[in-house]
Structure formats: C-alpha cells, structure tokens
C-alpha cells in the first residue's frame, strides 16, 4: 500500500468539512476499494453515509470498513449489512450527543460554566485599559502582565463587543 493514498481527517465524522475524505474521494477511481478503519467515521449521518456509499458504487468503487468485520459492499449481503451497521453508528452517535447535552445542563444547573477559563480578570483588565491610556505598548503591556499578545487582543475585542 503506497503510504501517499492515505488520507486523514483530525475532526470527528460529524463535521461537515473534512479535506481527507474530500481528496479521497477525488482520488477514487472505477477498480478501486475505499477502506476507512470504522464505519461511523465516514458518514455525518446515515443518510451522508448511505449518499457516500451509493455515490462510490456508481463510480465502480468498492467500500470496505476494517472494524466491521466482513463489511465489503460489492456482494448484496455486504450492502445489507452496511445498511445495518449504518444506522446503529447513527444510533450511538445520537445516544453520545443526548447524553453530552444532558450532562451539560445538569452541569449547567449546578452553577457550573462551560468553556474556557478567562485569562485576564477583571481587576487586570483595568489594569491594562489604564496602561493603554497611559501609551503603553501592547508588547509591555503583554510582557508586564505576563500574557501573550493573542489573549490580550481577544480580550480587547471581547471588551468591545460587551
């Protein structure tokens, strides 16, 4: 297998823009076989999945899935076993993302804040306004507070928005 024909995607199967699996498929001709390690990895959703799937027999291109044993889709039996395990990786991305979203909200419920924590307090936000309109330079500023110039500019357009 010549290490140049495989393609990767560091986002989940879920995202929308995937170059990876865009070049793969751009790669792809009549005779050839995509092999991706798991089914749910392909496909946004079984309908994507189904769509990718269909869109490669059309094209005289094979699938196969590592992790699913026996999933080749050129045999009928093949294509019916996709179907199937098809939707039960839409079953389980749809029970992961209830689940996430319940957790959320009883986090949520406790008083609990997502996201990322804020890198500049408020105290130290009028610090630096007040440096700011003493002339200081956002390199010293950054320097004096110890923050990097990245996190300074987005709290300043954070600020601005507010």
């Keep these: 297998m010549d290490p140049q024909n495989i393609y990767q995607d560091k986002a989940s199967g879920a995202k929308s823009q995937r170059p990876g699996l865009k070049d793969a498929l751009n790669f792809m001709k009549k ?8 089914l749910d990895r392909l496909g946004r959703s079984l309908p994507h999945l189904i769509q990718i799937v269909t869109d490669l027999k059309e094209q005289g291109i094979s699938f196969r899935s590592l992790t699913e044993t026996a999933m080749d889709t050129t045999p009928p039996q093949g294509e019916f076993l996709f179907n199937i395990f098809g939707s039960l990786a839409q079953y ?27 890198m500049i307090s408020p105290e130290k936000m009028e ?10 330079s956002k390199a010293s500023i950054c320097r004096n507070f110890g923050i990097k110039r990245s996190t300074l500019y987005d709290a300043l357009i954070r600020l601005s928005k507010d």
């Design 31 to 38: 005779g050839d076989c995509l092999i991706v390690w798991k």
């Design 127 to 136: 610090e630096i306004l007040d440096a700011l309109k003493a002339k200081k």
């Design 92 to 118: 389980k991305r749809s029970l992961n993302r209830e689940r996430i979203m319940a957790g959320l909200e009883a986090a949520k419920s406790r008083g609990k804040k997502g996201g990322r924590p804020k």
